[in-house]
C-alpha cells in the first residue's frame, strides 16, 4: 500500500469561516471530516498528514467551532481537507431539526468540490441518533460517506473485528479502524480518501 508517488509531502493551514461561502472557492476534491465534539476529528486530521499541530486538538468539547479548510500536498497531486466543527455539545432546542445545525448543512450541500464525508465514532459509543440522521442527510446529498472508527487504542486488540464487523452492520456503509495514538489504519484511510479525490489510477499497471 506504499505508493512512493502518493506520499504527503506537505499540509498546510488555507482558511477557517463561519460559514460556507466565506470559505476561498474549492481549487481541488476535498474531504470533510465529521463527528460528535470531541471524538477525535482534529487529531485523526494531524495522524493522516504526520503533523502533530495542524489542527487544534482539546480535552474540551468543542475546540473546532469553524469550517477550517487545510491543503495537502501529495508528490504528486493535491487535495484539500474540512475540519468541520462538532456537535452534540452545544445545548440546541428540540425545534432545530439537526443538533449538527445549520453550518454544517450548508456546507455539505453547497461546497461543489467535495467529493466524500469521513464520519467519525468513537469506537467504544458507536454511533449516535446524531450520526445516523448525518448519514441519512448524506444519502439524499449524493455524498459518498466514509465511516471511521478511531481511538481504537482503546480497545484490546481481539476485540477489532467483532466491534468493527457490528458497526458496519449497524451503519450499512464501509467502517475503518483507526487511532491517532498508534497511526493504525492510517495508510487504508489515506488511500480510500484518494480513491475518492480521484488521486489514485483506477488499476495499478501490469
Ligand atoms: P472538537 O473539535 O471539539 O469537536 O473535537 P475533535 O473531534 O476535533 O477532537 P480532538 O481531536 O480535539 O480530540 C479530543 C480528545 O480525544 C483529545 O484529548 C485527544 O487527545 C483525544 N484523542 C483523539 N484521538 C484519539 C485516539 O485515537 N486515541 C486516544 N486514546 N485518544 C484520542
Ligand atoms: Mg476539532
Redesign the pocket.
Known amino acids: 500500500m506504499s505508493e512512493p508517488a502518493r506520499e504527503i509531502v506537505d499540509a498546510i493551514f488555507i482558511a477557517a469561516a463561519p460559514d460556507v461561502r466565506d470559505l476561498p472557492a474549492p481549487v481541488f476534491a476535498e474531504v470533510a471530516f465529521a463527528?460528535k465534539?470531541?471524538?477525535?476529528?482534529?487529531?485523526?486530521i494531524n495522524a493522516l498528514v504526520g503533523r502533530r499541530k495542524l489542527a487544534r486538538?482539546?480535552?474540551t468539547?468543542?475546540?473546532?467551532r469553524e469550517l477550517v479548510l487545510f491543503r495537502v500536498q501529495l508528490r504528486d497531486g493535491t487535495f484539500d481537507l474540512v475540519?468541520l466543527?462538532?456537535y452534540g455539545?452545544a445545548k440546541v432546542s428540540k425545534s432545530e431539526r439537526r443538533a449538527w445545525g445549520p453550518m454544517i448543512e450548508r456546507f455539505l450541500q453547497q461546497r461543489a468540490g467535495l467529493r466524500c464525508v469521513v464520519l467519525i465514532v468513537d469506537v467504544r459509543r458507536g454511533l449516535s441518533d446524531d450520526d445516523l440522521q448525518l448519514l441519512e442527510f448524506l444519502a439524499t446529498c449524493d455524498l459518498p460517506a466514509l465511516l471511521i472508527a478511531?481511538?481504537?487504542?482503546?480497545l484490546p486488540r481481539s476485540k477489532f473485528e467483532p466491534t468493527l464487523r457490528a458497526l458496519q452492520r449497524d451503519a450499512g456503509t464501509k467502517v475503518l479502524g483507526?487511532?491517532?495514538?498508534t497511526g493504525y489504519g492510517r495508510d487504508a484511510l489515506l488511500h480510500t480518501l484518494l480513491e475518492h479525490t480521484g488521486l489514485l489510477p483506477d488499476r495499478p499497471a501490469g
Open positions: 463527528g465534539s470531541n471524538v477525535g476529528k482534529s487529531s485523526l486538538t482539546s480535552n468539547p468543542g475546540r473546532t475540519d466543527p462538532g455539545y478511531t481511538k481504537l487504542d482503546k483507526f487511532s491517532a495514538e
